[in-house]
């Protein structure tokens, strides 16, 4: 059975603050998926990564994929307020089928 | 519109009733996904769709659910007999993600059936 395992499940934080996001597995994707959820909404695609060490930036949020493409990281710069939400991770296997991480729940005060 | 709708957004109902939530998905979109989220939690999967193939159902938790798709297009859950615990926000989600070729499976989500089971 194929896991994702994310990290960490809650994180509360001041504006200006950095933090990292981690997924990891001990299976192979051939691509990871980033998806941010705001309340009573459903989740919205971040950034799709495709090749081992690849990294994305979509302004201050930076996206990288391992090497073994086993495991990726989302590190967003001087977090804002506007950056709180439920972040999750998904791996695809092309089986059709996505597997998520259990979601990081961001807040960010003023 | 051009994103995945959803009907009802809310359903309230009283245990033991059966509830039909719909999903229209966006056009073309070949894949179509069911998920459940329980209040600040990550998405349990349900029932999977891909073009005319027979469904993987491999998520649905009891045969109290089932889901039906028409063609490539609208999809509704069932949930029968509704529990207490089944109390949860349904999301569906489409793609364009095809077995066999080289796509990826970028999801586009609708915003969800909240349901209360009292």
């Known amino acids: 059975t194929q896991l994702l395992e994310q990290s960490p499940q809650f994180l509360s934080i001041q504006e200006g603050e950095n933090l990292t996001v981690y997924c990891n597995s001990s299976?192979?994707?051939?691509?990871l998926q980033w998806y941010r959820q705001e309340p009573g909404e459903g989740p919205v695609l971040l950034v799709t990564v495709v090749t081992g060490g690849e990294v994305k930036k979509l302004k201050r949020l930076t996206f990288q994929f391992g090497d073994a493409r086993k495991d990726s990281s989302l590190h967003i710069t001087a977090a804002q307020p506007g950056d709180t939400g439920l972040y999750l991770c998904?791996?695809?296997?092309?089986?059709?089928?996505?597997?998520f991480g259990q979601g990081t729940t961001l807040q960010v005060k003023p | 519109g051009a994103g995945v709708s959803q009907s009802p957004s809310n359903k309230v109902t009283e245990k033991g009733k059966d509830v039909e939530l719909r999903c229209d998905p966006i056009s073309g979109h070949t894949a179509l996904y069911w998920y459940r989220q329980r209040l600040g939690q990550g998405l349990e999967f349900l029932i999977y769709f891909q073009g005319n193939s027979a469904p993987d159902k491999s998520g649905l938790p009891s045969d109290r659910f089932s889901a039906e798709r028409t063609g490539e297009s609208v999809s509704t859950l069932t949930i029968q007999r509704t529990q207490q615990e089944d109390s949860a926000v349904y999301l569906c989600?489409?793609?364009?993600?095809?077995?066999?070729?080289?796509?990826?499976?970028?999801?586009?989500f609708g915003p969800g059936t909240r349901l209360t089971v009292l």
């Open positions: 989600a489409s793609s364009l993600f095809t077995s066999g070729r080289a796509t990826y499976n970028e999801q586009f």
């Open positions: 998904a791996g695809d296997s092309n089986t059709g089928k996505l597997i």
């Open positions: 299976s192979v994707f051939s691509s």
